[in-house]
């Protein structure tokens, strides 16, 4: 029975290794989670449902909150958005339209940035429960 | 660049539809299970979003 100790515990660390890893890829790009878990399915509409969202709300000029912000809804607001992973950075790196909260439509689109990050916070849970082996 | 404004109606179809199918696809496993779960929390996201609009329009006047 000694003996077997060390190799449990070298499998569990290794489970640990590879939720994390699963989680992280999650949150880097929507689904990516699912796909190194070669959950196919779960990846591909992950990704369309996160990126449908996020891509609905830059296209309805919503606004994207910043890490200083001196308020706590803003603060919720930038941990929701950064939920999204990559497409929180997508700004950056392409010219986007500015977000015009004037208008309806600007706000709606703030809600779905939020979102795409909420829903993908759920994705990286789920992916982290499949790599641990508590969900199957 | 003027920006995509579609009707209140519209965003939240939208919405829901994303919603709906990101919740399918964590919470069942069998495509089926996923078809059903889908529909049935889309058409629950629309008819309360909708529910919600009627017992708000009183207010509005």
Redesign the interface.
Known sequence: MATDTPVVQKSADRLAAEALLAAIAAWAVPGLGHLILRRW??AI??F???G??AL?GF???GQLFGRQSNDPFGALGFLADACAGAFYFLPRFFHM?AP?VS????D??T??LA?AGV?NL??MV?AYRIASGRKH | ?R????S?FW?MV??A???S??F???ARRS?GS?IKYALWSLVLFLAIGIGIAWLMYPLSK
Request: with cysteine; charged share 15%; aromatic share 10%.
């Open positions: 399915g779960r509409f992950l369309l449902a996160v449908g969202l609905t296209a309805m000029r339209a015009d208008r309806a439509a600007g709606y689109g809600r779905f979102a829903v759920l994705g789920d | 660049m920006g995509f404004h579609p209140h965003a939208a919405f539809l994303c919603v199918v990101a399918a696809v964590l495509a996923r």
